[in-house]
Each structure stands twice: as structure tokens, then as C-alpha cells.
């Protein structure tokens, strides 16, 4: 049997390119009006394993139930990534995580190379 693995909170990654830019804007700061999260920077290029500009929502593990629903149907067609976070950032990002919107291609060479891998080694 599989060990339980602790999820510490969640990362919502909100992606979008130069035209998507004030769909971003406005789901951000709506984002930050309804929950308490932790909003990441503002990102227009693609960083670390993101393929293109994006910001990180944080949210702990008791705001999912109503944070992702409202993502869900206020996400004015961006792509999300939900993921949580358990220590492993390789499964994090790919086995543990799931979409909104349509899905984008993340550099897990990065991951594997720079992230925190506690159960991949």
C-alpha cells in the first residue's frame, strides 16, 4: 500500500499571451476580492517550467472546494493549472495535477533538474 502524501495547499497557474492579457487582469483581481490567496507575480514571458506568461494563485487545501468551482466558470477561456502541493514538484506539475481549459506543454526538464523531487529522487 502507498504511503498517504500530505497536500500543504494548492497552486492554481493562470496562463495567457499578450491578447489574453486583460482576461488575466481581470480574473486576478477578482480572484483576490472573493479568497484569501496568495497572488504570485505577474509574468508575461514564459519562466521555469511555464511555456508562457503566467501568475500562481496559492490557496490552502480548505479553499478548494470553492475556489476551483468559481475558476471553473470565471476563467474567461484561459488555461489553468491546478496542482498541489505535496513536496514532489515533478508529480505535482504532471500526475497529481489538472486542467481548465486547454492543456499546455510544461518544461518538465526544468522540474526534474531545479525542483524539489522527495519521492522521485
Known amino acids: 500500500m502507498q504511503q498517504a502524501i500530505e497536500v500543504t ?3 492554481a497557474h493562470v496562463y495567457y499571451d499578450a491578447a489574453q492579457q486583460p482576461a488575466a487582469r481581470r480574473l486576478r483581481e477578482a480572484v483576490a476580492q472573493r479568497f484569501e ?4 507575480r505577474w509574468r508575461e514571458q514564459a519562466y521555469g517550467p511555464h511555456p508562457v506568461g503566467a501568475y500562481q494563485i496559492a490557496f490552502a487545501p ?3 472546494g470553492q475556489i476551483v468551482p468559481w475558476l471553473m466558470l470565471n ?15 515533478v508529480e505535482d506539475h504532471s500526475d497529481f495535477a489538472m486542467w481548465l481549459g486547454a492543456p499546455l506543454e510544461l518544461n518538465m526538464a526544468f522540474l526534474l533538474q531545479h525542483g524539489d523531487n522527495a519521492r522521485s529522487g
Do not use: I
Open 62 to 64: 480548505a479553499l478548494f
Open 75 to 89: 476563467r474567461e477561456g484561459l488555461s489553468v493549472l491546478l496542482h498541489p502541493l505535496t513536496g514532489d514538484d
Open 9 to 11: 495547499g494548492y497552486h
Open 37 to 40: 490567496v496568495e497572488l504570485g
